[in-house]
């Protein structure tokens, strides 16, 4: 019993070191680690328009069946709602979910590897009773679908 501690112990010294020397060589830097390009003023704009204009460089989007948003019609806790979005449109590249009410629009952006099913599914917050919005980015132009959600309960500080 005593061994197999030691043993979890050493592992992790040598885990912890490796990664110390890593970063004093200069060879591990936190910008390599953390998300590189990540868009911060999309994720902290109030609105969808400036949140996909941050994105995309433009708010307009085309309503499309081949979007297709699964959410709940009522939501008993705003702190788990599970989201599901898919799409069929060739040369997806991108989901992004958003909710206007929310304090900051953007829950979530995925980028998409080429020749990959379009489909995402998630759990968001959500801090008022509000439209979900999936926007799906495909062939350079932007898709969306939208369904409202009722929140009992608020999950953004609610």
Request: net charge positive; with cysteine.
């Amino acid at each position: 019993m005593t061994d197999m501690k030691r043993r979890t112990f050493l592992k992790g010294t040598l885990g912890v070191g490796a990664i110390a020397v890593a970063t004093g060589a200069g060879l591990l830097s936190p910008t390599r680690v953390l998300a590189q390009g990540w868009p911060q003023g999309a994720f902290h704009s109030r609105t969808v328009d400036g949140a996909l204009k941050d994105l995309f460089h433009t708010e307009h989007t085309t309503n499309s069946g081949k979007v297709t948003l699964r959410a709940p019609d009522i939501a008993e806790n705003g702190a788990v709602v599970p989201v599901t979005v898919h799409s069929n449109l060739p040369d997806a590249t991108s989901i992004s979910i958003l909710v206007p009410n929310n304090p900051t629009a953007l829950t979530s952006k995925w980028d998409l590897a080429p020749n990959t099913d379009a489909f995402v599914s998630s759990r968001i917050k959500m801090g008022k009773t509000s439209e979900v919005i999936a926007v799906v980015k495909a062939g350079g132009r932007l898709y969306s679908t939208s369904k409202k959600v009722k929140v009992t309960i608020g999950g953004c500080g609610g």
